[in-house]
């Protein structure tokens, strides 16, 4: 009964910036570790970046200084700030989250958002 909701993708001309957000909602028993992570048509699935449960954040090189994750524990919400847009970041964005719902599991299991378009373009 866990599902994670994204939002705030669209067009955006380079040096754009565009913020998303992932609310996962159900049976949540508690959320570890989140991320996103995105896919260029032809290209595989790549990190972008990832937030523990302590706030401890990771990067991918390519958006390093440009991108900020955050999360919101109240709000079961995991954020994407996109500063300095360039064309290259032009992908599907997909959130994940490992979550422990609240009934049949012991360990936590990776739950992954519906995607949203980001399209940086002129």
């Known amino acids: 009964q866990v599902q994670l909701v994204e939002s705030g993708g669209g067009l955006v001309q380079p040096g754009g910036s565009l913020r998303l957000s992932c609310a996962a909602s159900g049976s949540i028993f508690s959320i570890n570790a989140m991320g996103w992570y995105r896919q260029a048509p032809g290209k595989q699935r790549d990190l972008v970046a990832t937030?523990?449960?302590?706030?401890?954040?990771n990067y991918a090189d390519s958006v390093k200084g440009r991108f900020t994750i955050s999360r919101d524990n109240a709000k079961n919400t995991v954020y994407l700030q996109m500063n300095s847009l360039k064309p290259e970041d032009t992908a599907v964005y997909y959130c994940?989250?490992?979550?422990?719902?609240?009934?049949?599991?012991?360990?936590?299991?990776?739950?992954w958002g519906q995607g949203t378009q980001v399209t940086v373009s002129s």
């Open positions: 937030i523990t449960s302590g706030s401890s954040t």
């Open positions: 994940n989250a490992a979550i422990t719902p609240s009934y049949g599991s012991a360990w936590p299991s990776d739950y």
